[in-house]
């Protein structure tokens, strides 16, 4: 009865401790196995497109797949790793301490399995080795048997036995019996050649994402699935671990990198990945996780792809600075909020568990999880474009709320935080002008590149840009830059900026006379044209300086369509005395292109499109101490060429446009406040400077009767110029376009005009078009023709 | 004595909570396997093991046990040797030699080496004058400990462990007076605080210095978090399958830990932890009394039979019982360090079932040969 007795009081002991555990602590114990197997997934976000003005993409998401490796399943499984990590450990045994890889060679995968096929068996019998010893190469051998004799595993299994129960001489080559060892040696050349191939297909990827990998794998030389195996190999062997801060932030040892999934690629396109997954029993080891790849057009031209900027992950372009770190995280913040504010119940229901605690963690978790998710693979806008337009690119990423099994695999579904995607953005840009565009841009630079070297100057000082608008609505059509980099640094667009000292020259003279003209009709200080004196190449001596023109232009120097079609400075050294500095000022601000001085600003002032960031732009401004006449031609006055196109749009209809990237957007106009007569005269000026004056070697854009305006500037004095050509179509086209630009070349040797450099691109750029039959019809063929 | 008397005289309440104990196994077995395919083949062989046992067992019930006495110790004899003969005709699987592999399934000798143990034990503990000193213990020791030093060999330390109590038991059933079991128990002990420094295998160590650990732990440290997907893995699962099943449990065949494979080894060394996930601390409760009822029952029947042999082995197969599924439900709520003991008639593996079945039959058919028990006639 005592025995009873014993058992029973020893049955009440364990029942009480079961009635606690199951019922005092259940919640708690509920908890543990809903963290066991419910699971946050993500699920990445699409960004919207940025298509051109006629709905192509360019700059657009496709998905791609992220390859990992938990290493350590890869070498117990893979027969190729078994095979090499088998051989190593049996030949440290035996004190040789071969180092075998998976890059071909005389330690090679070949030579590894050779060696290990010859392991003596007697070796594998108990005893014989320490015991984990035994068990690491008794998995090595099992799996290198099992995919060279094709036997299932558990005749191998058996196979193993018997040979352990009689090794005799018997290598691990003989064990399974039914295949020789040649055999065997030809079954896993097969296994090592689709493992080579896999290599050789994923050496087409793009490189790999280092996030979180340790510093060796960054250093990796050659890009490719073998040598980033061999980095893991070593890190595996020499039982590295990862690192983590604890709550002292003190530095701690973690997890075994070979248990942990390492990034091996990430961008895998869906062929590749597709075949991964396939075959993935015979790649144990490797993980394919979905993921999204921003992808910019085939054809799409190095200097708009600057000016669309990139994205970056968050996690891949930490913030500098304790300010940074702060705006970063109020958007992370703003992110959570905004994304889970309304949809965390769908996420986590209700109805998910009856403790409420929990369900209340949950959600916390939910928050946690995406913030995570945000932190670690949200992409933003991190220049141009991209990242003045991130607001409305940026989609939303997705979650679920899953329960999954032992093995992570998805069971049920509880709740979901939709995906939702970006906003597509159509810009304004044409793509096929900016691809012919960027190769005259890139044409010249060759071009003037060469000329330069042929002179003794320096190459690397040429710079060309070009920007084409629409001078009806201020769309920019294309923006051209070249180069977009110097000694592997990028370099803001020329097209948005300026070089040197960035002298307009005689571009700006048609805004001083639309000045001139508007100070006479209101009073304003200026000179009246009846006084004006005949042009003798000479000017006045001004404070020590000889200020001259660069022709004899007379007394028809006096008129103003003359004196703008032949650019003659003493016009406009007398245009310049008038207005005074404020005048000037005035002109450059009634074109938009300084900020208003002494009165309201009505708007018109644009430092640079909105859709551009401030970092990519230069806007407009006086400069230096220079002399008003000198201003008066352009001197002391910076400005970028896509300003100047918007003014010269201007003076093409009348009304000063926004400028501006977003297709379909309806920007305020700005009246130049003058008569129509004025106007008339000017563009009479700019038409005659093209057809008589000193554009009139551009015969495409005589044909094309284009209004236009040289302007060269010298470079202090070092003998270069700035070479410019702005102007305009006449009238609009079919499509109700009106094509204006302006093109720059910097630092074209001396003696070369703006004609001769900028003037020639933009006419080869029209002599192209109007090859084209696409472009002549959008851009050139006029209305009713 | 005729059948029909031999069949009449059966305690049929100990065969039916026999039975129920297999059926509520099956049923287990049935909710462990139905979602992995890996393991679906377990339940039809435990099905026919079951059929076989409960078989056999009735056949067992049958035989004098006067047989089995005579042959005791060839019987025990024969359990030792094929203990012995593992380490050369047995099979490795996940590292330990317990089995032979024959065609379709595997005889695990250990469990069988627990009811010769019995016994054997029996035969030699019921000379009742032997028994009484200090010295008359060292047979029954070696009897005991030689199959289960053998077992330990293996390595099986679960099943090894379950010959202590066994012969602690019998001993005591046998006359060995309290105190001298007191002093084997403390032996015992000793013994195994040495094995522990001096003769355990690493893996055995580190079980029960997690054990030991496990009870201040805080799971949200990352240290030991590793340890719960290491070497605490398997009864840390099974504590969340026991304490997430609450009063009533998720139902059968909805045990999330069960379903979904976090609990290894469900259909053997954790199957307890699936009743609790699955019907609760009311369905673990039940199973316990079922025990509960076989161990009393058995030790009812020990009392109420004058031959010491029929007695002891009654004693033996309740101890037998008793302790293993004790054991069993301890592992699986980590009250004790983990080690892979089976329940008994619950747990799948056809040479557990069949052995305990035999043994319970065993004692059936000895309760069934009993002689009257008269008041006074000195029986203790």
């Given at each position: 009865m005592r025995i009873g007795a014993i058992f029973g009081l020893a049955l009440v002991i364990v029942q009480s401790y079961l009635l606690f555990v199951m019922t005092a602590q259940h919640e708690s114990w509920l908890v543990r196995s809903y963290q066991n197997r419910w699971s946050f997934r993500d699920v990445p976000s699409i960004r919207g497109a940025l298509l051109d003005r006629f709905d192509r993409p360019l700059s657009h998401d496709e998905p791609r797949f992220e390859l990992s490796c938990i290493y350590e399943r890869f070498r117990l499984w893979h027969p190729v790793a078994a095979a090499i990590h088998g051989a190593s450990l049996w030949s440290s045994l035996r004190g040789d301490l071969r180092n075998y890889t998976y890059a071909a060679g005389p330690l090679g995968p070949e030579v590894a399995a050779r060696d290990f096929l010859s392991l003596p068996v007697t070796a594998l019998a108990e005893g014989v080795l320490p015991k984990e010893v035994r068990k690491a190469l008794l998995q090595s051998a099992y799996t290198v048997l099992v995919a060279c004799s094709e036997r299932t595993k558990a005749n191998v299994r058996g196979d193993l036995r018997s040979a352990l129960q009689n090794p005799g001489m018997l290598q691990l080559g003989d064990v399974p019996g039914v295949r020789a060892v040649e055999d065997m040696e030809e079954q896993f050349a097969g296994i090592l050649s689709r493992f080579r191939a896999l290599d050789e297909t994923l050496s087409e990827v793009l490189p790999p994402s280092v996030v979180g990998a340790p510093a060796e794998m960054e250093t990796v030389k050659k890009h490719s699935l073998i040598a980033q195996l061999d980095l893991l190999r070593t890190l595996s062997i020499e039982q590295r671990r990862t690192k983590h801060l604890d709550k002292q932030g003190i530095e701690r040892p973690g997890e075994l990198i070979e248990r942990t999934a390492r990034l091996l690629f990430a961008n895998v396109p869906f062929t590749i990945a597709a075949s991964v997954r396939v075959a993935a029993s015979d790649q144990p080891?490797?993980?394919?996780?979905?993921?999204?790849?921003?992808?910019?057009?085939?054809?799409?031209?190095?200097?708009?792809?600057?000016?669309?900027?990139?994205?970056?992950?968050?996690?891949?372009?930490?913030?500098?600075?304790?300010?940074?770190?702060?705006?970063?995280?109020?958007?992370?913040?703003?992110?959570?909020?905004?994304?889970?504010?309304?949809?965390?119940?769908?996420?986590?229901?209700?109805?998910?568990?009856?403790?409420?605690?929990?369900?209340?963690?949950?959600?916390?978790?939910?928050?946690?999880?995406?913030?995570?998710?945000?932190?670690?693979?949200?992409?933003?806008?991190?220049?141009?474009?991209?990242?003045?337009?991130?607001?409305?690119?940026?989609?939303?990423?997705?979650?679920?709320?899953?329960?999954?099994?032992?093995?992570?695999?998805?069971?049920?579904?509880?709740?979901?935080?939709?995906?939702?995607?970006?906003?597509?953005?159509?810009?304004?840009?044409?793509?096929?002008?900016?691809n012919l565009l960027d190769a005259e841009v890139q044409a010249s630079l060759l071009h003037w590149q060469a000329e330069a070297t042929a002179k003794g100057r320096d190459a690397a000082r040429v710079d060309v840009a070009c920007a084409v608008i629409d001078a009806q609505t201020g769309d920019v059509l294309a923006l051209a830059s070249s180069p977009t980099e110097l000694d592997k640094q990028p370099r803001i667009p020329a097209a948005l900026s300026w070089r040197g000292n960035g002298a307009i020259g005689s571009l700006l003279k048609p805004l001083f006379l639309v000045e001139q003209f508007a100070a006479t009709a209101t009073d304003l200080p200026h000179?009246?044209?009846?006084?004006?004196?005949?042009?003798?190449?000479?000017?006045?001596?001004?404070?020590?300086?000889?200020?001259?023109?660069?022709?004899?232009?007379?007394?028809?120097?006096?008129?103003?369509?003359?004196?703008?079609?032949?650019?003659?400075?003493?016009?406009?050294?007398?245009?310049?005395?008038?207005?005074?500095?404020?005048?000037?000022?005035?002109?450059?601000?009634?074109?938009?292109?300084?900020?208003?001085?002494?009165?309201?600003?009505?708007?018109?002032?644009?430092?640079?499109?909105?859709?551009?960031?401030?970092?990519?732009?230069?806007?407009?401004?006086?400069?230096?101490?220079?002399?008003?006449?000198?201003?008066?031609?352009?001197?002391?006055?910076?400005?970028?060429?896509?300003?100047?196109?918007?003014?010269?749009?201007?003076?093409?209809?009348?009304?000063?446009?926004?400028?501006?990237?977003?297709?379909?957007?309806?920007?305020?106009?700005?009246?130049?406040?003058?008569?129509?007569?004025?106007?008339?005269?000017?563009?009479?000026?700019?038409?005659?400077?093209?057809?008589?004056?000193?554009?009139?070697?551009?015969?495409?854009?005589?044909?094309?009767?284009?209004?236009?305006?040289?302007?060269?500037?010298?470079?202090?004095?070092?003998?270069?110029?700035?070479?410019?050509?702005?102007?305009?179509?006449?009238?609009?086209?079919?499509?109700?376009?009106?094509?204006?630009?302006?093109?720059?070349?910097?630092?074209?040797?001396?003696?070369?005009?703006?004609?001769?450099?900028?003037?020639?691109?933009?006419?080869?750029?029209?002599?192209?078009?109007?090859?084209?039959?696409?472009?002549?019809?959008?851009?050139?063929?006029?209305?009713?023709? | 004595m005729k059948v029909l008397t031999v069949l009449a005289r059966v305690d049929w309440w100990l065969s039916l909570v026999t039975i129920a104990l297999c059926l509520v196994g099956l049923l287990f077995l049935r909710s462990t396997t139905q979602d992995d395919p890996r393991f679906q083949a377990q339940f039809g062989k435990q099905v026919l093991f079951v059929i076989l046992s409960l078989g056999l067992g009735f056949f067992c019930i049958l035989v004098n046990y006067l047989r089995v006495l005579r042959a005791a110790f060839l019987i025990w004899g024969l359990g030792v040797l094929s203990l012995a003969l593992l380490p050369v005709f047995g099979s490795v699987i996940n590292g330990s030699r317990r089995w032979y592999s024959l065609p379709g399934f595997s005889v695990q000798p250990s469990e069988f080496a627990k009811l010769t143990v019995v016994i054997g034990l029996a035969a030699l503990l019921r000379f009742d004058r032997r028994n009484?000193?200090?010295?008359?213990?060292?047979?029954?020791?070696?009897?005991?400990?030689?199959?289960?030093?053998?077992?330990?060999?293996?390595?099986?330390?679960?099943?090894?462990?379950?010959?202590?109590?066994?012969?602690?038991?019998?001993?005591?059933?046998?006359?060995?007076?309290?105190?001298?079991?007191?002093?084997?128990?403390?032996?015992?002990?000793?013994?195994?605080?040495?094995?522990?420094?001096?003769?355990?295998?690493?893996?055995?160590?580190?079980?029960?210095?997690?054990?030991?650990?496990?009870?201040?732990?805080?799971?949200?440290?990352?240290?030991?978090?590793?340890?719960?997907?290491?070497?605490?893995?398997?009864?840390?699962?099974?504590?969340?399958?026991?304490?997430?099943?609450?009063?009533?449990?998720?139902?059968?065949?909805?045990?999330?830990?069960?379903?979904?494979?976090?609990?290894?080894?469900?259909?053997?060394?954790?199957?307890?932890?699936?009743?609790?996930?699955?019907?609760?601390?009311?369905?673990?409760?039940?199973?316990?009394?079922?025990?509960?009822?076989?161990?009393?029952?058995?030790?009812?029947?020990?009392?109420?039979?004058?031959?010491?042999?029929?007695?002891?082995?009654?004693?033996?197969?309740?101890?037998?019982?008793?302790?293993?599924?004790?054991?069993?439900?301890?592992?699986?709520?980590?009250?004790?360090?983990?080690?892979?003991?089976?329940?008994?008639?619950?747990?799948?593996?056809?040479?557990?079932?069949?052995?305990?079945?035999?043994?319970?039959?065993?004692?059936?058919?000895?309760?069934?040969?009993?002689?009257?028990?008269?008041?006074?006639?000195?029986?203790?």
């Open positions: 080891g490797l993980l394919l996780e979905p993921s999204v790849l921003r992808v910019a057009a085939a054809n799409l031209p190095k200097s708009l792809a600057q000016i669309l900027g990139s994205t970056s992950q968050l996690d891949r372009g930490p913030p500098q600075g304790d300010k940074a770190w702060q705006r970063f995280e109020d958007y992370i913040d703003g992110r959570v909020d905004n994304a889970m504010a309304d949809d965390l119940a769908d996420l986590v229901p209700d109805s998910l568990t009856p403790l409420q605690d929990h369900s209340l963690a949950l959600r916390d978790a939910a928050l946690r999880s995406y913030e995570h998710l945000l932190r670690s693979s949200e992409r933003r806008g991190s220049s141009g474009i991209e990242a003045s337009l991130d607001a409305e690119l940026i989609g939303k990423p997705g979650m679920r709320l899953i329960e999954h099994d032992a093995q992570s695999r998805e069971q049920l579904l509880f709740g979901s935080l939709r995906v939702q995607k970006g906003n597509d953005v159509a810009l304004t840009i044409d793509l096929d002008l900016q000179k009246d044209l009846g006084t004006f004196l005949p042009c003798n190449r000479l000017w006045h001596r001004v404070a020590g300086q000889q200020l001259e023109c660069d022709g004899v232009h007379g007394v028809s120097g006096t008129r103003p369509e003359y004196a703008l079609a032949m650019s003659c400075n003493v016009f406009f050294f007398q245009v310049a005395e008038g207005l005074e500095e404020a005048g000037l000022r005035r002109a450059l601000w009634r074109f938009g292109m300084l900020p208003p001085e002494a009165i309201a600003d009505d708007g018109r002032y644009q430092a640079r499109p909105a859709e551009l960031p401030e970092s990519l732009c230069a806007a407009p401004r006086f400069s230096g101490r220079q002399l008003v006449q000198q201003r008066g031609i352009g001197y002391g006055i910076e400005s970028n060429p896509l300003s100047l196109a918007r003014a010269y749009a201007a003076l093409a209809t009348g009304v000063l446009p926004t400028i501006g990237l977003r297709r379909g957007e309806v920007r305020a106009g700005y009246s130049l406040l003058i008569e129509d007569t004025f106007l008339a005269t000017v563009r009479e000026g700019l038409r005659q400077c093209v057809q008589t004056g000193t554009a009139k070697q551009l015969m495409q854009l005589k044909t094309l009767a284009v209004c236009g305006k040289t302007g060269t500037a010298e470079i202090g004095s070092k003998g270069d110029n700035n070479a410019w050509f702005a102007g305009f179509l006449p009238t609009r086209s079919a499509s109700g376009t009106q094509l204006c630009f302006c093109a720059v070349v910097y630092s074209v040797p001396d003696k070369t005009h703006g004609a001769d450099a900028a003037g020639q691109l933009i006419d080869e750029l029209f002599l192209q078009m109007a090859k084209d039959p696409e472009l002549h019809s959008r851009y050139l063929r006029e209305a009713g023709r | 009484r000193a200090f010295g008359g213990l060292f047979m029954p020791l070696l009897v005991a400990m030689l199959p289960a030093g053998l077992v330990l060999l293996q390595p099986d330390l679960g099943s090894a462990l379950v010959f202590g109590p066994v012969l602690l038991a019998m001993s005591y059933a046998a006359g060995v007076s309290g105190r001298t079991i007191a002093i084997a128990l403390g032996v015992a002990c000793l013994a195994l605080v040495v094995a522990y420094f001096e003769g355990m295998h690493g893996y055995q160590k580190e079980r029960i210095s997690v054990w030991a650990q496990h009870w201040y732990w805080d799971a949200t440290e990352r240290d030991v978090r590793e340890i719960l997907r290491g070497a605490a893995y398997q009864p840390w699962q099974a504590l969340i399958a026991m304490g997430s099943g609450g009063m009533a449990g998720f139902g059968l065949g909805e045990g999330p830990q069960n379903r979904y494979s976090f609990l290894p080894y469900r259909s053997e060394d954790y199957i307890f932890a699936v009743v609790g996930e699955e019907t609760g601390w009311l369905g673990c409760a039940l199973v316990l009394l079922l025990y509960l009822a076989l161990v009393f029952g058995l030790l009812r029947l020990a009392m109420n039979i004058r031959e010491r042999f029929g007695r002891l082995v009654c004693v033996g197969v309740a101890a037998w019982i008793g302790c293993q599924s004790l054991m069993h439900a301890a592992v699986c709520c980590w009250l004790v360090p983990s080690t892979g003991v089976p329940m008994p008639m619950v747990s799948y593996g056809g040479s557990s079932v069949l052995a305990t079945v035999l043994g319970v039959a065993l004692c059936l058919g000895i309760g069934a040969r009993r002689e009257p028990v008269l008041a006074g006639d000195g029986f203790r």
